[in-house]
């Protein structure tokens, strides 16, 4: 049987949240097991540029995004796991794709709307232009499926049409990415506004737990979340958003399916949720954090482990742009 080809990515854009841990991270690992996936896996630094950047603070958080996509248990033999700027022709295929994707369909993007009004000082061509680099990424290595929270899901629509749009014209190139996102998980909330998706980047520090949070701040965020008006504990993520969110966290840090929780919690109150819920991100957080400082304190492991995913993904990449490039009549 061929193998399918998984591919994902997270940006070095900050520190790793919850969101980020049990959206996807958590699940690459997962995935990475199942029998006859293939998965590659980028740090998508050219994708972080679209805000700007400091320079020290990118390579840092490049590296420390390294270690924690190892310390999260990505295994980086059997799988690819490389800096997405070691591997040129991702820009070069974001280029040759600009050219077949309309600007009315990136004016459509959630979130280009979204980051356009954050950073309203700094709506770069780059900022537009990143579903087109996500497509890059993914048409690149023929992959079957990206795993992918709900906020990703329009960018891999968009892949998908430029994938058709290409192959209509030049027959056969690109393999026609599925989305793949999980049940329960795909959008964890910020802890003061269960409506929003947990951010990096949200100026409230309560919102947002860092996977590298002490146990100590881990349990004030928690503490201090927005529940919701009433006193029951179920899961209806739309009447109850804030309680939903830790049910959510719970069932997944604890790996308990969600009719038992609802049913531990019966005639209990929001504080008792949301000490067992802070009690089980601690635990489930503490191996991975302890794992982290070893690989974070090695930076030449880092790059060792950088060089060889950049060559391995490289030798793909080339293959495809080289397919490309005859395909549209470029002089080879
Ligand atoms: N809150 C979330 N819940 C579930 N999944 C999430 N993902 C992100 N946030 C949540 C998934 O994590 C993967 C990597 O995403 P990213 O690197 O694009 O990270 P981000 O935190 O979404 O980065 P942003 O959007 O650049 O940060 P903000 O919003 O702070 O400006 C993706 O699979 C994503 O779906």
Same mark, same amino acid.
């Given at each position: 049987m061929?193998?399918?080809? /998984? *591919?994902? #990515? +997270?940006?070095?854009? #900050? /520190?790793?949240?919850? #969101?980020? *841990?049990? #959206?996807? @991270?958590?699940?690459?690992?997962? /995935?990475q097991n199942e029998e006859n996936n293939f998965c590659i896996f980028e740090v998508a630094d050219l994708h972080t540029i679209t805000v700007r950047q400091d320079p020290a603070a990118l390579r840092k958080n490049s590296l420390d995004m390294l270690a924690l996509l190892l310390a999260a248990g990505i295994d980086f033999k059997n799988s690819i796991l490389y800096l997405q700027s070691h591997v040129h022709e991702h820009s070069e295929l974001s280029w040759l794709l600009n050219c077949y994707t309309y600007v009315g369909e990136m004016n459509r993007m959630t979130q280009f709307k979204e980051k356009s009004e954050k950073h309203a000082d700094n709506i770069n061509m780059g900022l537009m232009d990143y579903p087109v680099l996500m497509a890059a990424d993914i048409l690149l290595f023929k992959t079957d499926? @990206?795993? @992918?929270?709900? &906020?990703?899901?329009?960018?891999?629509? +968009? %892949?998908? &049409?430029? %994938?058709l749009r290409f192959n209509n014209i030049y027959g056969d190139t690109f393999t026609v990415p599925e989305a793949r996102v999980r049940k329960m998980g795909a959008k964890i909330a910020s802890l003061q506004n269960p409506l929003a998706k947990m951010s990096k980047s949200d100026p409230n520090p309560n919102a947002v737990i860092g996977v590298l949070n002490s146990e100590k701040e881990i349990i004030s965020k928690i503490k201090k979340a927005v529940t919701d008006s009433g006193s029951e504990i179920i899961y209806d993520p739309e009447n109850k958003p804030g309680v939903s969110n830790l049910l959510t966290i719970l069932s997944i840090a604890r790996k308990q399916d969600m009719d038992s929780l609802v049913k531990e919690f019966e005639g209990k109150m929001y504080g008792h949720l949301k000490i067992a819920t802070a009690e089980a991100v601690v635990e489930m957080l503490r191996p991975f954090r302890e794992r982290y400082e070893e690989f974070r304190s090695d930076e030449w492991y880092l790059m060792q482990v950088a060089k060889y995913g950049a060559e391995r993904a490289s030798v793909i990449a080339e293959k495809t742009l080289k397919e490309v490039k005859e395909k549209i009549g470029f002089v080879l």
């Open positions: 061929k193998q399918k080809v /998984i *591919y994902s #990515g +997270i940006q070095p854009s #900050g /520190i790793m949240t919850l #969101g980020n *841990y049990i #959206g996807a @991270v958590n699940e690459w690992r997962e /995935i499926v @990206v795993p @992918v929270g709900i &906020d990703q899901r329009q960018h891999l629509e +968009i %892949a998908r &049409d430029i %994938a």
